[in-house]
Every structure is written in C-alpha cells, then in structure tokens.
C-alpha cells in the first residue's frame, strides 16, 4: 500500500510538470496547411532584419552628389547651407553623410 502511494504521488509530480509545459501539435507530413518552423522562423527573422535595416535608413541622410555652392573646411567636412556632410566611399561609390555641425559637437562637448 505504501508503495502504491509513492507511486501516485510520484506520477502526479511528473503529470504537474507536463501540464505546465504548453501544447505539442502534431502534423502529418502529407498535410497541405503544414506549418515548417524553421521556414517561418527564417521569415520572422528576415521581416525583422528588413525593418532594423529601415529604421538604420531613416535616421541617417545621405546623399550621392552634394548640392552646389558647398563649402570644403579644414576637417574635411562639406559645408553647404547650414547642413554639414561627411564623404563616405561605399561598394566603390562616394556617398556623403549629413553629421552635425561643428560648432554643435563642440557646444555638447562641453
């Protein structure tokens, strides 16, 4: 009698344990609205990548040819109007990147 008890007792700490791990699908592989868990894992992924790279995008402004009347100063940074722009060479392209100001950087510096 006493075994039978810590048996139950032990099968019901086990069963408590399962309960609390969630539920398993099961599918057959002939299926037609099978769902492939790595192949939606590699979409998630790639739609999540597709926006971090959007975002990264939308914060920088960048430009391929710098307007005229730009101004080159001493830093080697483009002066044109009060936007300042940086050369960036990118996959054999000049490309020119908005920084900000010197005198901005120089006023948070301090």
């Not at 069963?15 to 979409?43: C, H, M, R, T, Y």
Request: charged share 20%; hydrophobic share 35%; glycine share 4%.
């Amino acid at each position: 009698m006493k075994r039978r008890l810590i048996y139950l007792l032990i099968s019901l700490f086990f069963a408590s344990f399962g309960a609390s791990a969630g539920p398993i699908i099961v599918q057959k592989s002939s299926d037609p609205n099978k769902v492939n868990a790595f192949e939606l894992k590699k979409e998630l992924l790639e739609q999540h990548l597709w926006q971090e790279q959007l975002r990264t995008e939308a914060q920088l402004q960048w430009l391929r040819e710098l307007p005229l009347g730009c101004v080159f100063s001493a830093n080697g940074d483009y002066q044109c109007g009060l936007n300042w722009y940086r050369p960036y060479r990118y996959q054999q392209q000049q490309l020119y990147i908005e920084v900000p100001s010197p005198q901005s950087s120089a006023e948070n510096a301090q």
